[in-house]
């Protein structure tokens, strides 16, 4: 166990390693000038030229890299170029909004997916089966900004009972809670109906188990079978994607994020992705990089957890 | 009227009596010479546009929806938005209105020398900074205006003055790209800027120059509490109306109004909130229909329509000589000036301006002077001709059309809608254009180099001063790299007249030349849109999009 | 093979869902194809005069867009963009992936660690930044797009491949085929890559309906397919800021986007039943 954790830390230290250079060494190659973003279009070259060389960069790649590692181990980030801010303080607070969204979107969507998943692998091809596939079917498969269109204009537009953004600040109107509502609810419809199918697959599966059947064979109530012996068995597969959900949740709400205009940290890396903020990029890589490993780990454990079978 | 008039002036004045001189150009050259607004209008034979708009209400919070951006250092600033919150607290010298005119700011009134080379400055007394409650003065406004001509600055006011105020000297270091000495620059005389006494300075320029005034009201052009070194953010001191008591880049800015009087009257709001929306147009509406906001900066022509039908918002425009240019650098098929007119034969301006413009502004006509700029000539309309543009592209050899491929940015978003219009447009006479959206900051750092893009270009109260930035062989803006010897000639010889008809003569020679040989499709003339809740007041839409809020007020 | 197919065809018949997913998608891909002969106009053709009332007319059936152009012909020359598009980035994934899955776990050892650790980097590579980067430094194209998503989807269908192979490599069937001399290319590709048929072809349509999406993602963001040919996402794109006023320019494209990716989930969903079942 202790070597395993100390093989995937490792890893994990690898992989943010070659992420930040490939992000470094890429960002190298797409045309752009850092001097030139920070003056203006209508600076003139030669003060261009001379903030180039101010901020050092006409060194090569490998010294720049060199550098950039050393100061992200003393803890320091960098400064951003859009914002002129420390990196750390702009990453912390849209990651902190998003963190936020986040938490409450997987509060939602984890205990409804199970819940239709389950009712709806408990007993296959039945038409609660049916309806619920085909409701997350569809859920699933209408894409975020579509489904974000579509309720802007029901919920704002027509019956005018939500707020068509979320700058997450009260007004008279609109406090806070009801500007989350939007986001969430389009999140949560097209990830839970992905989920869903996951763990209705899984349940169903299971119930075909020879000691599912035996318990309903042996008279024992259909409720209690699926409760006390389906259940659980089904969520282990699925577990690992309800985790990687996680992932999903913090770097994957830019649309979100862009429609309802949401300080997170999706829309801070669009922006600082097409601004060449390479300080803001790197550091945002970082961390998705992180969850993306972490949460791996996480689910690779868990499984451990819920499966004795499986050893490492 | 004590004081002496400019010589100019009279003879301004004479030349209008004459039906010379049209009287909008009046205005601005009298008041540019240092003549009172009222006064210029009354000398004018024309009555001062009134502002009011009711009985001006204290009190309330008005929600502006804007890109919050960094605002740290005022000089340096690139955008509008940036300038637009500094502005309620670092104020300019002077403001030049939606009229063109001139009016005093931080400067109570300024008189030129007959040569217009030596510009007398004098400040009103009574603007007072917040903290310290110490007067505006003299050697306030010359720090500042040395510190944006400083080099190691780095502002914009440079490319407007260094004709004026500035020489080159060489420097001791050698360019390794060039193998030559770095070339910088510094005023070119130690009396560039002289104080007279507390309140008065001089100018000193090596060069006539008009518009010494209006570049007072360059949108970099803040006057800053030099004790604080050049940078702004929250608490920094100023002479204006409002204090920024919040700020965070990407999400919002807040100011609040100022407790110890200011010396312009009012302000009339307690409050600014700034809300950063994005760019995203859907977001706009959604904040103005759900009344997240009252105002938004600069309205999307996705989102007009919606704008109009709600009932609570108005919309305001204003007409500009603002445009995006196509423009093509001399290399093949672009090097023969009758592709280059092909170009022009294949647009139809009119359904560009509907289409891609909703019609909120007019047609453009190819040759980059608008008719809001007073020496505009007429030299008749350009109508489509697709026929005459095949001929002349068979002409110039190529009898099957070419194939070619415009760069543009995504935003505003009438940008792309105008590229796709013109694209379709010239695809019926054989010029087979594909499109290369960038991002704007990729597009920015190409804008002088792609052989054929498309380029926004602001708003300037003058047909010759854009000519000038973006025609004349060499200028650091002229990004088509074309070149015209007579056109250049007869450029310097307009900026010469301060008589505009005489200007308007070679004017009209002068964008006969961009018809026949020039690099440009101008497809249309801006006129620039925004959107406020019916309950803000006082607000008037500005050319420049600058946003003045001590004026504005909420309607109870 | 034709009977297998002709096979899964009959049984997807069953699946009343299957059919209903495949329904769409042959709907879809009709009017792809038949774009040039059954689109009424041009798809980029402005007509300024029709701006004024855009809405949905007997001359045009579901109204024009903000230029003026036909939104029924850009629909359909769309639909061929986005399936010319999407299924060949998922065939060239596929194809990439199948090729490094196999080698992966045929050949284990080292080969195995360096390709499968390769593919975790690119997996945690937050996406968008690759495909802005790509997008700025080699422009918005059907081949780059195209490119991307080959890149970044190979790694997940090498897992499962890989996953297959691992299981079957030790099999008797294919010990027997290395006995005989067989090349390798050949054990790979007739031995063991057929046991990976059933999950990967039911993966393809899944994956088809995720790229179609995320096509529309990019255009969404303004980063997809140039103008002006049309494409689904950026029709969304360019006009969801007059949702409030005309949403029929939004919601069109905005349906026929869910409706294709919902017929190739329900498609995938009957092809798992089918083999469930078969």
């Known amino acids: ?312 | 009227m004590t004081d002496k008039l400019h010589p100019l002036v009279t003879a301004a004045g004479r030349e209008m009596a004459d039906g010379k001189l049209d009287r909008r150009e009046f205005l601005r050259v009298a008041t540019l010479l240092g003549v009172g607004a009222g006064a210029a209008y009354s000398m004018a034979g024309l009555s001062e546009p009134a502002m009011a708009q009711g009985a001006p209400r204290k009190g309330g919070t008005l929600r502006l929806g804007m890109r919050v951006q960094d605002l740290s250092s005022p000089h340096t600033y690139s955008w509008i938005e940036a300038t637009n919150v500094a502005r309620q607290t670092v104020e300019y010298l002077t403001y030049t209105g939606v009229d063109n005119v001139t009016r005093p700011g931080l400067v109570e009134k300024w008189e030129a020398s007959p040569d217009l080379k030596s510009w007398k400055i004098s400040l009103r007394r009574d603007a007072k900074w917040r903290k310290g409650g110490r007067p505006f003065n003299a050697d306030d406004a010359i720090w500042n205006m040395k510190r944006m001509l400083d080099p190691a600055t780095g502002s914009s006011t440079v490319g407007l003055l260094r004709a004026f105020i500035l020489e080159n000297f060489e420097l001791d270091e050698i360019d390794p790209r060039t193998q030559k000495k770095r070339v910088s620059f510094r005023l070119w005389d130690s009396n560039a800027f002289r104080k007279i006494d507390d309140f008065t300075f001089e100018i000193n320029g090596k060069s006539s120059f008009l518009g010494i005034p209006e570049a007072m009201f360059h949108y970099p052009a803040h006057m800053l509490d030099p004790a604080e070194g050049g940078k702004f953010g929250v608490g920094s001191n100023g002479t204006g109306a409002f204090e920024l008591v919040e700020l965070e880049v990407g999400k919002r800015a807040v100011l609040t109004a100022r407790k110890d009087g200011y010396w312009g009257g009012g302000p009339w709001l307690d409050r600014i909130e700034v809300i950063d929306l994005g760019d995203d147009s859907a977001a706009q509406v959604a904040a103005l229909a759900s009344r997240q906001v009252d105002m938004i900066y600069q309205g999307a022509i996705a989102a007009l329509p919606a704008a109009e039908r709600l009932p609570h918002v108005q919309v305001n425009s204003v007409d500009t000589a603002y445009t995006a240019v196509a423009r093509v650098q001399p290399v093949k098929p672009f090097d023969d000036k009758r592709v280059r007119q092909a170009l022009r034969h294949a647009t139809d301006t009119e359904a560009v301006l509907k289409v891609a413009h909703r019609g909120l502004g007019k047609p453009g006509e190819h040759h980059h002077v608008a008719k809001v700029h007073p020496e505009y000539a007429d030299v008749g309309f350009m109508r489509r001709d697709v026929a005459k543009a095949k001929a002349l592209l068979a002409e110039a050899g190529y009898p099957n059309g070419i194939d070619t491929e415009i760069a543009c940015r995504p935003q505003p978003d009438w940008e792309l809608l105008a590229v796709q219009t013109m694209v379709e447009q010239w695809k019926e006479a054989g010029i087979r254009v594909k499109i290369n959206v960038m991002p704007s900051a990729q597009y920015w750092d190409v804008w002088t180099k792609v052989p054929f893009g498309f380029t926004t270009w602001a708003h300037r109260p003058l047909g010759v001063m854009v000519l000038g930035l973006a025609y004349r062989s060499g200028a650091a803006w002229n990004e088509s790299n074309w070149s015209n010897k007579e056109f250049d000639a007869l450029l310097a010889e307009a900026e010469g007249y301060l008589d505009v008809e005489r200007r308007r003569a070679v004017v009209a020679k002068l964008e006969q030349i961009m018809l026949d040989d020039g690099p440009a499709v101008v497809p249309l003339w801006r006129a620039l849109f925004n959107y406020s809740d019916k309950k803000v007041k006082g607000y008037r839409i500005h050319p420049t999009a600058y946003i003045e809020f001590k004026e504005v007020w909420i309607e109870g | 093979m034709i009977a297998r197919a002709a096979a899964t065809v009959a049984l997807l018949g069953r699946s009343p869902v299957g059919c209903l997913g495949a329904a769409i998608v042959l709907f879809w891909a009709a009017m792809g194809i038949l774009a040039p002969w059954l689109a009424p106009y041009p798809p980029n053709r402005i007509d300024p005069a029709l701006i004024a009332y855009p809405y949905p007319t007997a001359a045009n059936w579901l109204g024009v867009d903000q230029l003026g152009r036909d939104i029924l012909s850009r629909l359909m020359w769309g639909a061929r963009t986005v399936l010319t598009v999407a299924p060949a980035a998922v065939l060239g994934a596929a194809a990439l992936g199948t090729l490094l899955g196999l080698v992966a776990g045929y050949k284990g050892g080292a080969v195995d660690s360096i390709l499968m650790r390769v593919g975790d980097t690119l997996l945690a590579f937050p996406k968008i930044i690759l495909y802005l980067i790509v997008i700025a430094r080699f422009g918005a194209s059907a081949f780059n797009i195209i490119a991307v998503v080959t890149v970044t989807q190979a790694p997940i269908i090498a897992r499962i491949v890989r996953a297959v192979t691992l299981d079957v490599k030790n099999r008797d069937y294919v010990a027997a085929a290395r006995m005989r001399g067989e090349p390798t290319w050949f054990v790979l590709l007739a031995e063991i890559l057929p046991n990976a048929r059933g999950p990967l072809v039911v993966d393809f349509f899944l994956r088809l309906g995720y790229t179609v999406i995320a096509i529309g993602v990019l255009g969404f963001l303004g980063i997809g397919l140039p103008p002006p040919d049309p494409d689904w996402g950026s029709m969304i794109k360019e006009s969801y800021g007059t949702i409030f006023v005309w949403p029929h320019m939004t919601l069109i494209p905005a349906l026929a986007v869910s409706s294709l990716v919902i017929g190739f989930n329900f498609l995938a969903t009957g092809l798992r039943e089918a083999s469930e079942d078969g």
Not at chain 1, 197 to 216: L, W
């Open chain 1, 1 to 312: 166990m202790a070597r395993y954790l100390l093989r995937q830390s490792l890893n994990i230290l690898l992989t943010l390693l070659a992420v930040t250079f490939l992000v470094f060494a890429l960002n190298e190659l797409t045309p752009g000038d850092v001097a030139r973003k920070l003056l203006g279009p209508y600076a003139t070259q030669e003060q261009v030229d001379h903030l180039f060389r101010e901020m050092g960069l006409d060194r090569p790649l490998l010294v720049r890299y060199a550098e950039y590692v050393g100061n992200v181990l003393r803890g320091d980030l960098g400064t951003s170029v859009i914002y002129r801010q420390p990196v750390a303080d702009v990453l912390l607070d849209r990651l902190g909004n998003t963190l936020l969204l986040a938490a409450i979107c997987f509060a939602v969507i984890v205990p409804l997916s199970v819940a239709l998943g389950v009712l709806a692998g408990m007993r296959e091809r039945s038409p609660l089966d049916r309806g619920i596939s085909v409701f997350a079917s569809i859920c699933a498969s209408i894409p975020e900004f579509a489904m974000g269109v579509f309720m802007l204009a029901i919920f704002v537009v027509w019956l005018g009972v939500l707020p068509g953004t979320s700058p997450m600040r009260a007004t008279a109107e609109w406090p806070v809670w009801m500007q989350f509502v939007l986001p969430v609810a389009v999140v949560t419809l097209y990830d839970a109906g992905y989920l869903v199918s996951m763990i209705r697959a899984s349940m169903v599966e299971v119930m075909r188990q020879p000691f599912v059947r035996t318990a309903v064979l042996k008279g024992m109530p259909f409720h209690r079978v699926v409760t006390r012996h389906a259940m659980r068995n089904a969520l282990i597969t699925p577990f690992t994607v309800i985790l990687l959900q996680l992932n999903y949740l913090v770097s994957g709400l830019v649309v979100v994020e862009t429609l309802f205009a949401y300080p997170g940290f999706g829309r801070m890396m669009l922006e600082a992705a097409l601004a060449k903020d390479i300080a803001v990029v790197e550091a945002g890589a970082l961390v998705a990089v992180t969850v993306t490993m972490l949460t791996q780990l996480l689910g690779d454990l868990g499984y451990m957890k819920l499966d004795p079978r499986i050893r490492i």
